[in-house]
């Protein structure tokens, strides 16, 4: 099976950096998704690593270590819309191609 | 991004009636569509994955019999939550993926409360 963790909830300042961190624990790994939801709207995309390292994409990064089973997205300035539900998503190797979804960070940014 | 839409966003219904609820990719062809439900403070737990022309592959624990799947083009799916009781409220989500399968688009959800 598989299991993904991450903080349920976390809270900043406009302007500020905030990391959300994910954990997993997988039988093979095939690439780690990270999406924004806001509330009563479906996750729209933000990023995917299969590679450890970090990509960059505006304000938001994200970073994968394979070894580790972690990742991280990193969001700058953070801005009073960034206020959301921020899902990882893990696909695993040799089976379904489809991932399964973290429970969600509830990210409150206040000003 | 491509776009997918769902259709009714929000549905409200009587105790033991059916709900049918249709997803639609409207700028590409989608090989497979996914259906998930999504509870409160959830996170998305898949229902079942369907590709075109082809019967629905169910996830474990969730009954085909009531939520009947429907693939029959490559650009609609449509979900039917037959006899509908006050525990099949939820957020319903579609998703759609071309072969390329690195990337799926959501639909903007189904709200559905079954009084």
């Known amino acids: 099976g598989q299991n993904i963790d991450q903080p349920t909830e976390m809270t900043a300042t406009e302007g500020a950096i905030v990391q959300i961190n994910c954990t997993y624990q997988?039988?093979?790994?095939?690439?780690l998704f990270w999406y924004q939801q806001h509330a009563g709207e479906a996750p729209t995309f933000l990023s995917y690593?299969?590679?450890?390292g970090l990509e960059e994409k505006g304000r938001f990064s994200s970073f994968l270590s394979r070894s580790k089973g972690y990742s991280y997205l990193l969001l700058k300035e953070l801005q009073m819309k960034d206020s959301a539900s921020y899902l990882c998503?893990?696909?695993?190797?040799?089976?379904?191609?489809?991932?399964?979804f973290g429970r969600g960070t509830s990210l409150i940014v206040h000003p | 991004g491509a776009v997918v839409s769902q259709h009714p966003s929000w549905v409200i219904c009587k105790s033991g009636t059916s709900v049918k609820i249709e997803c639609r990719s409207l700028?590409?062809?989608?090989?497979?569509m996914f259906w998930y439900r999504q509870f409160p403070k959830q996170s998305l737990m898949l229902m079942a994955t369907s590709n075109e022309g082809s019967k629905a592959t169910y996830e474990q624990g969730v009954e085909k019999d009531k939520f009947l799947i429907n693939h029959a083009s490559l650009t609609l799916s449509t979900l039917t939550v037959t006899s509908a009781h006050p525990e099949d409220s939820s957020f319903y989500i579609c998703?759609?993926?071309?072969?390329?399968?690195?990337?799926?688009?959501f639909g903007p959800g189904t709200r559905l409360t079954v009084l």
């Open positions: 700028d590409f062809q989608a090989t497979t």
């Open positions: 998503a893990v696909r695993v190797s040799g089976g379904s191609y489809i991932p399964t």
């Open positions: 998703s759609a993926s071309d072969s390329a399968i690195n990337e799926q688009f």
């Open positions: 690593n299969v590679l450890d």
């Open positions: 997988t039988s093979g790994f095939n690439g």
